[in-house]
């Protein structure tokens, strides 16, 4: 057999057993188990055994950590917002959904999921339970992360109506890995102050270079000369704009 492909699915737990892994077994594909992620979002099969919550401590949460099995509540919708389904409707729980699927803790779980996917080539099933599906979140929780990051994940429905090579279909991997890296970006801004500073300092070094090749030679050593700089006559422009980018920078210390 050849080597793993990586996909994303989201299933029941009667799909699971009952359709995909049976297609395993008679070869219609080809992944072993132990080579996958198996994340559990379901608030009926985690509630049903026990599970608690992750504990988060760390700003780096971003990274890949997950074992063979996970628990991933963040991704189950708060239950005051499913109590929308049934009063205001669907308008007003997506929009809360998603919204939850923007905050800290969850995009951190999906950028890992997207970071799994394609980055380390390891094929993920996200597992719910049969009410879940009718409830419509897992479909709105994989278009999500398909609109955010480009990661196409497959349903029964799909493999029912395409064939088992669809979850194969991911996607454009470097579009997918160019918005990973997009996102951890903007995570380490939001959330990790040491990394947002260097960012910024960096941002704003990159425009004083710009402003200052701007002015001629003489304009520089003006300039220089005005906040106190030693300027030997030796110093090529660049090596002046350098000279005055650093005091600027140091002033903002």
Not at 113 to 122: G, L, M, W
């Amino acid at each position: 057999m050849g080597e793993t492909k990586p996909f994303f699915i989201i299933a029941s737990l009667p799909q699971f057993f009952g359709d995909i892994l049976k297609r395993n077994a008679e070869g219609e594909t080809n992944f072993k188990l132990g080579d996958c992620y198996i994340l559990v979002v379901s608030r009926d099969i985690t509630t049903s055994i026990g599970m608690k919550s992750r504990d988060y401590t760390n700003v780096n949460e971003w990274q890949s950590r997950y074992e063979n099995v996970e628990f991933i509540t963040s991704l189950i919708p708060a239950a005051v917002d499913m109590e929308y389904l049934c009063t205001t409707g669907m308008d007003t729980f997506l929009d809360n959904y998603v919204k939850m699927l923007q905050a800290r803790v969850q995009m951190s779980d999906i950028i890992s999921i997207c970071d799994c996917v394609v980055n380390r080539s390891i094929p993920i099933f996200i597992i719910v339970s049969s009410s879940d599906l009718t409830q419509q979140y897992p479909l709105i929780l994989r278009d999500y992360i398909q609109d955010e990051f480009g990661l196409r994940g497959s349903m029964m429905e799909d493999i029912e109506s395409n064939g088992i090579e669809t979850i194969y279909d991911i996607g454009n991997v470097e579009e997918i890995k160019k918005s990973i890296a997009e996102h951890i970006d903007v995570y380490r801004k939001q959330y990790d102050t040491d990394y947002f500073f260097n960012t910024l300092t960096d941002d704003m070094q990159k425009a004083y270079r710009e402003m200052l090749g701007q002015h001629t030679e003489a304009e520089l050593r003006e300039l220089a000369k005005e906040r106190h700089l030693f300027i030997s006559r030796r110093y090529s422009k660049e090596d002046i704009i350098e000279k005055i980018v650093d005091d600027i920078t140091a002033e903002g210390r």
